[in-house]
């Protein structure tokens, strides 16, 4: 880059805060995703909305490539350059701003990370619901640049359900504010809405107000085992057709179970295929009765185990070990050239059976080894798919099993996102679905809001489209 780039954006958010050597700048061309990114230019960390606005306007009037970076959790490549240009990292956004118990709203900074935020916000008994498995590391703005979802969405939905409004600087370094700090409005298109899952291809958030609720008074886990993979998703299906939602419901293969068990020392049944966690919440008065109905349910589907807790310190440890279940499988892989790719896709809980059953006998047929586990309660289901990305042949099995992957979920009304975005990874797949939903025309709708925002194309290129 020309010296006198860098020196502008040093005059910008000074010198310390743009990092252009290169032991600084390798950690960039990684995110968590098996994709390998260009080594950026530079990183530049602003340290208010105004420094955003400069950057920006300075990249937009120079043709600059710009990538927005929070966490670094991506799942899909987001995150990282897809030639020349930028990273512009939110670290430094990383301040809570204001608290309202009673008009049940946090206002954080896009940098904030999201356990960060729980931590505040469980001191005054509430949360924030968005829980995806990277919430130590993933930021505010990241989620809701993919619509995260996570563990507790069976309950209470992805991130669009939860945000507000925005602050957004648009490229060409406009501060625009979006949706406010109350539940309803209607003033035409909502905006706030069009940035959520965008993927920093519109503009970069840089504050959001968030909607908050109490805590949980008590919740109770059931935990329940099969040989069957279709059985797993019976269990939720008669769950939810009986009206129970569970706060938390999640399934894992033996392979997921013996790498927890590798990593963490928790113990299974020996004989245990797949295993259904399953947390119910009420009030101390009513827990035991809603615990009691949920188990008549699933002990009529065909089980080889139930077990029952509400030992808090028993599930705490199996929660940390599922949200820590990505990093246990990385200690599966038969030799360091693999990756763990991850796929993700959604179906509706009434055709979870059928779709499971599918996509055990696709695994089978591409004769692939894959860890399948996820939020099973709102019908969402990873495959982790050990991948040897030096093999060709290999790899063109891994791609095509991804493609049918997002087949199944479009024959049962699914989608081939649920919430870790389309990237680099999943921009066939976006196509697919358009295509079968007879509604090509999306795509072309989706490049002309890009070109209105960003006319350059200086914001994520490669990313979506």
């Known amino acids: 880059m020309d010296v ?17 050597k290169k032991e600084d700048l390798i950690p960039y061309m990684k995110d968590a995703s098996f994709f390998e990114g260009a080594e950026p230019i530079a990183v530049v960390l602003p340290g208010n909305v105004d420094e955003v606005s400069k950057i920006m306007k300075f990249c937009n009037d120079n043709l600059i490539p710009v990538v927005v970076r929070g966490g670094g959790s991506s ?29 049940r709203y946090v206002i ?12 505040y916000l469980n001191k005054y008994g509430f949360f924030y619901p968005p829980d995806p498995a990277s919430s130590i590391s993933a930021t505010v703005g990241g989620s809701i640049n993919t619509n995260a979802g996570g563990l507790k969405a069976a309950m209470y939905g992805a991130t669009k359900e939860w945000v ?11 501060i625009i504010q979006t949706g406010g700090k109350v539940l309803k409005r209607s003033i035409g298109y909502d905006l706030t809405a069009l940035f959520i899952g965008s993927e920093g291809t519109l503009g970069v958030i840089t504050k959001a107000i968030l909607k908050i609720t109490a805590l949980p008074e008590k919740y109770g886990r059931i935990m329940v085992y099969y040989k069957s993979i279709s059985e797993a998703g019976r269990a939720i299906a008669n769950l939810k057709n009986k009206g129970i939602t569970p706060l938390i419901a999640e399934f894992m ?7 927890i068990t590798h990593v963490h020392g928790l113990k299974f049944p020996e ?17 035991d009765r809603k615990l009691k109905d949920a188990y008549d349910i699933i002990s009529k589907t065909d089980n080889i185990g139930i077990k029952i807790t509400t030992d808090k310190n028993e599930m705490d440890a199996m929660y940390q070990a599922r949200k820590g279940l990505y990093s246990s499988h990385l200690n599966e892989r038969s030799s360091p050239n693999e990756y763990v790719v991850i796929a993700d896709i959604v179906v509706p809980t009434s055709k979870l059976p059928d779709s499971l059953k599918e996509i055990k006998n696709k695994i089978e047929e591409y004769n692939l080894k ?30 095509a099993f991804m493609m049918d992957l997002g087949r199944i979920a479009l024959e049962h009304e699914g989608s081939v996102s649920s919430e870790h975005g389309i990237g680099m990874e999943k921009i066939d797949l976006l196509k697919e679905e358009f295509k079968f939903k007879k509604s090509e025309r999306n795509l072309d709708i989706m490049k002309s809001i890009k070109n209105i925002l960003d006319p350059n194309n200086i914001l994520n290129r490669g990313k979506l489209f």
């Open 4 to 20: 006198d780039v860098l020196n502008k954006l040093r005059d910008i958010v000074g010198e310390k805060h743009v990092l252009n």
């Open 75 to 103: 799942l899909t490549g987001s995150s990282i350059l897809k030639g020349e240009g930028i990273i512009l990292s939110m670290a430094r956004f990383d301040k809570i701003l204001d608290l309202s118990v009673e008009d």
């Open 108 to 119: 954080a900074e896009a940098g904030v990370k999201l356990d960060v935020l729980n931590s």
């Open 164 to 174: 507000l409004g925005l602050e957004v600087v648009l490229t060409d370094g406009t």
């Open 253 to 259: 293969d033996k392979i997921s179970m013996d790498s």
């Open 271 to 287: 004989n245990a295929e797949y295993l259904l966690l399953i947390d119910i919440s009420s009030t101390e008065e009513s827990l």
């Open 370 to 399: 894959v860890a399948l586990f996820g939020h099973i309660g709102d019908g969402n289901i990873h495959a982790n798919i050990f991948a040897n990305i030096n093999d060709k042949n290999h790899m063109e099995r891994v791609n």
